[in-house]
């Protein structure tokens, strides 16, 4: 005997908004089993009026409500019994961000969170982390996103040290981040990696998704350090055309993908991480799961 409950996440990042519809699968002596029913992804640069003017423009605003009318009709036709709406970074820095809420709320009747990058790191540690690493060895865990990079040390399967940085795609794109804060990152991951040898990475973020599907490999297999270095030289030898007409990114991914290559690859030089692993998991996962099992 099973029984299956319908849970939603909506993900509101500075890149874009994720819907993810999913089955959990309950039967009596076996652990739930989280199946992806739908997801359902808007191309909404949020970072670009956040980080740039500091407020959600008009325009993005009546798109948002758009999408998120959209997302409650597929919530209701998928039959969801319960959702979470997570706004990351960019709400995080708008300052009109409160009068989007509350504008979303009242149009199209979905509740928004914003959540602070500690949180957000927590809620993506709530996914399936756990099955890809081995016990006896160190991971260092980097979720890039459009506005912040979150950071997580997992040492013996458990977190010993979390950190997240106003480090993104998106304000890479704009030229918003200085040289003090890759100091800073680069300052941090040398002190928590120090005590540990063999450092893994493990990369989330749709950009290092793609560049993993891009490569062939097997979901279980890591990306070298070599590898990650000759795509990001490949990638920034073409120009932004290029790499939407030749490699068929969508134009949202073909201008930030490089920006968030720089990132893992200045996490593995600075941890000393020969491999990066990509288990295809994300906010949207970690929003269903932390909901599931009452941590939000």
């Not at 997801?39 to 325009?59: M, N, S, Y």
């Not at 794109?173 to 804060?181: E, H, I, Q």
């Amino acid at each position: 005997m099973i029984n299956i409950k319908k849970y939603a996440a909506i993900d509101i990042g500075s890149n874009a908004m994720r819907l993810l519809v999913s089955n959990i699968v309950e039967q009596d002596g076996k652990e739930p089993q989280f199946n992806k029913s739908s997801l359902v992804r808007v191309p909404i640069r949020l970072g670009q009026d956040a980080f740039t003017v500091g407020e959600i423009t008009d325009e993005n605003i009546e798109r948002m409500v758009d999408a998120m009318k959209a997302y409650k009709l597929i919530m209701k036709i998928h039959g969801v019994e319960r959702y979470m709406a997570c706004a990351t970074s960019a709400m995080r820095e708008a300052y009109n961000s409160k009068e989007v809420v509350k504008i979303i709320e009242q149009e199209a009747d979905i509740k928004i969170e914003i959540i602070d990058g500690k949180t957000e790191a927590a809620i993506i540690a709530s996914t399936d982390l756990q099955e890809f690493m081995k016990p006896d060895q160190t991971y260092l865990f980097v979720d890039v996103g459009g506005g912040s990079t979150e950071f997580s040390l997992f040492a013996d399967g458990k977190i010993v040290a979390s950190k997240s940085f106003k480090n993104g795609t998106v304000r890479l794109l704009n030229n918003m981040v200085n040289d003090v804060v890759w100091h800073e990152i680069e300052k941090w991951i040398h002190s928590v990696t120090e005590p540990y040898e063999n450092i893994n990475l493990i990369g989330s973020g749709g950009n290092i998704n793609k560049l993993f599907k891009m490569s062939g490999k097997k979901q279980d297999k890591p990306l070298s350090y070599f590898y990650v270095h000759s795509q990001y030289q490949f990638l920034n030898g073409m120009s932004y055309e290029q790499r939407i007409s030749d490699l068929g990114l969508n134009p949202d991914r073909a201008d930030v993908i490089i920006h968030a290559t720089r990132i893992y690859l200045n996490a593995m030089k600075w941890s000393g991480a020969r491999n990066i692993f990509v288990p295809k998991i994300g906010l949207s996962d970690g929003i269903v799961k932390a909901m599931y099992y009452g941590r939000i």
